[in-house]
């Protein structure tokens, strides 16, 4: 229902095919802000008629003399129901008041981003998907709420790290021994290669924006600070569809169990190069049991999803059903061929795929944080961080186990900062506090305390600017009207047509009384079609077909004795009318038995009971037919009231100037 109405509002007023009466008074016509015309004390201009008109009529600047007069109608029996719904007070009620605001929400969205930053990352992340990289890091632990002096030790740690390997120390082997990443003691910080969002956006964008060969500044991630090594840039894998021949060694495997495995997998590759299928190759020597089955298929993946000597080595085949050497990873020995491949789809057609990926990832909020820094300028955005820091000594342990008492900041009632006309005070602040608990041990007061003003100045900035929408955009405005009197109307007609023509039963039966010619059944046939196996059984069906009336025999009777003797017999009764069955249309419209016919092998006759005159059809027969055209008296009914009960006036002379 909701969905439904959702789409209904900005197309509503086209359902109102109502006749309409009005006074023609008023000014004489200047420009597109004239009033056109006062309907129920509201007053709708040229303009904003037109551009209703246009949108929906679907036109372009170009008016119909037929439309724009029907449309006029439509549109003044809408505002008529949209102030009977006000009157109603239905715009008070919490029911519209949430619904509304829930649809201004979604609406609103658009207006709360950077709209430049939103696309210029979904670009960005497509450009990156046509590149991977290969890097190796090391990493300084260091969580993003540690105090300033855990920062700047691990800070400075880093840097020295950094020095180290630019003047010349291996880079594996400091990462081997310094870095906090514990699988860098066996990979020297080797990451393999990655696309985009393979890794932490600030990670990711330090590693595509450093050369290939040099080692980059320190970054910071959740995770701590990293320096980055780019070992290596390639042209994208892309998607790719692979098999293998798989001889497996486990860990711990002695040089003799190496040898053997080592021996196998060149005796299986010999018999690639000889000619045997990669298939049969496969079925003879793989061992991995759950591809060998089916030629030793893999699923689909791309760069980072497989074991980097894996898929180095695919990255070195180019034209599908090649094959790699034997290639060791630390599972054992492979041989693997290129299926398939998958290029880089086109831009638009990945776009919402892009966009989609973005708003589960962290540069995210690169959008909303340049919006809050144009809102702060735009609204001369100004603070007091000296007010802040009184939190400091006011927020206590208590606050990390969620039992913080706001009573304790009751005495902060300075001024914080300002945005345009609105003040925020340390009060809003504390509420805020108060508001957002976070239970953890070792927390610093100082730390969640500026984190959580941050949080704060950005909501209320964006909170700040949605307040504003409505005077800054006209078509924002415009449209959260549509859905306001749209919700009020759709609420309204429910009430006073919709449901009513379905639950006013007693109503209805009268509106059908006075009315049921207007539904009737043309000439129809009441009819009988008997289709037998063959003629034998025709014959003997048909003798008793014509027994019926004298007999009183029944059709289910015929069918019965027949199927008793093993004959295959069947039948269809109805009434039918005019050109609603093939067969019926072929014949004469006259009671009787007609003569045999061919049908798909069978013999088909039909017996006519009688021809039936036009008749009115019962309500039940018409109710749909009947409800709508009920709803269609109701609301014309309720428009003739409304006209009664409110003034309506069009400017004959604007209303020209449109003509």
Request: aromatic residues 10%.
């Amino acid at each position: 229902m909701k969905n439904f109405r959702a789409t209904l509002f900005s197309l509503l007023s086209t359902l109102l095919l109502l006749s309409f009466t009005s006074n023609l008074t008023l000014a004489q016509p200047n420009g597109d802000n004239d009033i056109l015309m006062k309907v129920a004390g509201e007053e709708i201009t040229k303009s904003e008629f037109l551009k209703v008109y246009y949108k929906n009529e679907k036109r372009n600047k170009e008016i119909d003399q037929k439309s724009l007069d029907e449309y006029l109608q439509l549109y003044i029996n809408f505002k008529l129901k949209v102030a009977e719904a006000v009157e109603f007070g239905l715009d008070t009620s919490k029911a519209f008041i949430n619904e509304l605001s829930g649809y201004r929400s979604q609406l609103a969205q658009p207006y709360l981003n950077d709209k430049n930053i939103s696309e210029r990352l979904i670009l960005e992340a497509y450009e990156r998907k046509k590149t991977d990289v290969r890097a190796s890091h090391i990493l300084v632990k260091v969580g993003m709420d540690a105090g300033p002096k855990d920062t700047l030790v691990a800070f400075r740690k880093i840097i020295q790290l950094r020095k180290r390997i630019l003047k010349g120390e291996d880079f594996a082997k400091v990462a081997g021994l310094a870095s906090d990443d514990e699988s860098a003691k066996d990979n020297g910080g080797d990451l393999g290669y990655f696309t985009v969002f393979g890794m932490i956006y600030p990670f990711e964008s330090m590693a595509y924006n450093t050369s290939v060969g040099n080692v980059s500044k320190p970054v910071r991630t959740r995770y701590g600070y990293h320096i980055i090594k780019v070992v290596d840039k390639r042209e994208a894998l892309g998607e790719v569809k692979t098999s293998h021949i798989m001889v497996i060694t486990k860990q711990g495997a002695t040089q003799e169990q190496m040898a053997k495995a080592k021996e196998k997998i060149d005796v299986a590759y010999a018999e690639l190069t000889s000619g045997t299928s990669f298939f049969d190759v496969v079925k003879k020597y793989s061992e991995d049991k759950k591809t060998s089955p089916n030629g030793g298929a893999l699923p689909w993946f791309t760069t980072g999803r497989m074991v980097g000597d894996f898929e180095m080595a695919v990255a070195g085949l180019s034209q599908k059903g090649t094959y790699t050497k034997p290639v060791q990873t630390p599972y054992g020995w492979h041989i693997i061929q290129l299926n398939d491949k998958k290029e880089l789809p086109e831009f638009n057609q990945i776009k919402g795929e892009l966009k989609s990926r973005i708003t589960k990832d962290s540069r995210s909020n690169k959008p909303r944080e340049a919006f809050v820094s144009k809102v702060k300028k735009e609204y001369s955005f100004k603070q007091t961080l000296r007010e802040r820091n009184d939190f400091y000594s006011v927020v206590d342990d208590t606050y990390f186990r969620g039992r913080w008492d706001i009573a304790k900041a009751a005495k902060l009632t300075s001024p914080l900062f300002t945005i345009g006309d609105k003040s925020y005070n340390q009060t809003d602040f504390a509420q805020y506090i108060h508001k957002h608990p976070t239970k953890s041990k070792n927390k610093s007061v100082k730390l969640v305390i500026n984190k959580l003003y941050t949080k704060f100045v950005q909501e209320s900035c964006i909170a700040y600017a949605d307040s504003k929408l409505e005077s800054k955009y006209p078509d924002f405005r415009s449209l959260v009207q549509e859905y306001h009197d749209g919700i009020l109307l759709f609420e309204l007609t429910d009430q006073k047509v919709w449901s009513k023509a379905i639950k006013d039963t007693s109503g209805l039966k009268v509106f059908y009384g006075n009315n049921k010619n207007n539904y009737m059944w043309g000439r129809r046939l009441d009819a009988e079609i008997y289709t037998c196996d063959d003629e034998m059984t025709a014959k003997k069906t048909r003798k008793l077909v014509k027994k019926k009336a004298k007999k009183g025999y029944s059709s289910n009777y015929i069918l019965s004795a027949l199927n008793e003797e093993k004959r295959v017999l069947s039948f269809k009764a109805n009434k039918y009318s005019e050109n609603e069955d093939e067969l019926i249309s072929k014949i004469q419209w006259v009671p009787g038995i007609t003569e045999n016919m061919t049908i798909d092998g069978k013999v088909v006759f039909i017996n006519v009971v009688e021809v039936m005159k036009p008749v009115p059809k019962s309500l039940t027969e018409s109710k749909g037919l009947v409800t709508a055209d009920y709803q269609t008296y109701l609301e014309k009914e309720w428009i003739e009231i409304l006209k009664k009960k409110y003034t309506v006036e069009v400017n004959k002379e604007v209303l020209s100037s449109i003509r």
